[in-house]
């Protein structure tokens, strides 16, 4: 069945680091890939989102590729704020999943003064 | 207005109770679901609406019991509740249901069974 696979945290980096956070996917036929972000206390927003390969996601200086080749989607964000502190979870929907969001486990980003 | 609504915020019941939770979008979508997140976790997908039909069930316990009495309305009615349901309710609309279609999330509802 289809999958993603996420790097799990917590992620703990000092404001304005470079932020990598690695998301693999398993899916059949050509699956749309999103990454949510959910603040603490909060339900999920939509941050960027791809649907074809070589599409690139982009919003808030936070940016993901749709990488066929490597079955990958990983999150960049090249200097991180203390307002980034979240959960960040990649998930994909696929004729597989009859179009429902598949989530990995979510990865807890705190990123320090 | 691209917001989803979740009412009330905050919910304390009993495990006679019997509560509603509510959930309201007026962006056109015909999609709509219901999601269960326990803490540190991903959500887990409950039940999903089509065109205001039920079209997933994700084999949910009986003391759920959703209802869509319109396309911008969704509710969950719960009776019976154990404490081990205690969780944050999400409820999301997409504008159908299809993958390349991203979906909405509300606020969600805070749900403590003691």
């Known amino acids: ?113 | 207005d691209t917001e989803v609504t979740q009412t009330p915020k905050h919910l304390v019941m009993g495990m006679t109770n019997k509560k509603s939770l509510k959930c309201e979008q007026h962006m056109g979508h015909r999609a709509m679901y219901w999601y269960k997140q326990k803490a540190k976790k991903p959500p887990e997908l409950m039940f999903v609406y089509s065109y205001e039909k039920l079209s997933i069930n994700e084999s949910v316990p009986s003391r759920f019991s959703p209802e869509c009495p319109n396309s911008s309305l969704l509710n969950l009615h719960l009776h019976a509740l154990q404490p081990e349901d205690s969780a944050l309710y999400l409820c999301a609309s997409s504008q159908v249901q299809a993958g390349y279609n991203e979906q909405f999330f509300g606020p969600g509802t805070r749900l403590t069974v003691l």
């Open chain 1, 1 to 113: 069945g289809d999958s993603v696979t996420q790097m799990e945290g917590p992620v703990t980096l000092s404001e304005e680091a470079c932020l990598t956070i690695n998301c693999t996917y398993t899916a059949t036929g050509y699956p749309s890939l999103f990454w949510y972000v959910q603040y603490p206390g909060e339900g999920l927003q939509l941050l960027l989102k791809a649907t074809k390969a070589d599409d690139k996601g982009s919003n808030k200086g936070f940016e993901a590729t749709y990488r066929k080749e490597t079955t990958s989607f990983h999150l960049e964000k090249g200097s991180v704020q203390v307002s980034d502190s979240a959960v960040y979870f990649c998930a994909l929907t696929s004729g597989g999943s009859q179009g429902n969001l598949i989530f990995g486990k979510g990865t807890k980003l705190s990123v320090k003064p």
